[in-house]
């Protein structure tokens, strides 16, 4: 069983700065892909960004202001999240694409983030 582990999130304002953090754990082969997807009420969950051995996605969104990264050793994936605006709230989930005896899609529980204006 793989599990991901988010922390991170609160209340900031506008124009503030939160790092969110995802810890994966329990027993794998490797991580391929992680990465962030938030869902605001009543709209659809959308990708915030990503990050795979070939590169980094960001949604366009977000480009410029987020930031993310990923420690291997920890498995561990970060969002460094810059000069946030109030539509930047939502809970944001982590993912991850993991290998173990099959290849398997993992998601963390959610950790909530508001940006009041």
């Known amino acids: 069983q793989v599990q991901l582990v988010e922390s991170g999130g609160g209340l900031v304002q506008t124009g503030g700065s939160l790092r969110l953090s995802c810890a994966a754990s329990?027993?794998?082969?490797?991580?391929?892909?992680m990465g962030w997807y938030r869902q605001a009420p009543g709209k659809k969950r959308e990708l915030v960004a990503s990050i795979t051995p070939g590169g980094t996605n960001y949604a366009d969104s977000v480009k410029g202001r987020f930031t993310i990264s990923r420690d291997n050793a920890k498995n561990t994936v970060y969002l460094q999240m810059d000069s946030l605006r109030p539509e930047d709230t939502a809970t944001y989930y982590c993912?991850?694409?993991?290998?173990?005896?099959?290849?398997?899609?993992?998601w963390g529980q959610g950790t909530q983030v508001t940006v009041s204006s």
């Open positions: 329990g027993r794998f082969v490797s991580i391929n892909a």
């Open positions: 993912n991850a694409v993991v290998f173990t005896t099959y290849v398997g899609n993992y």
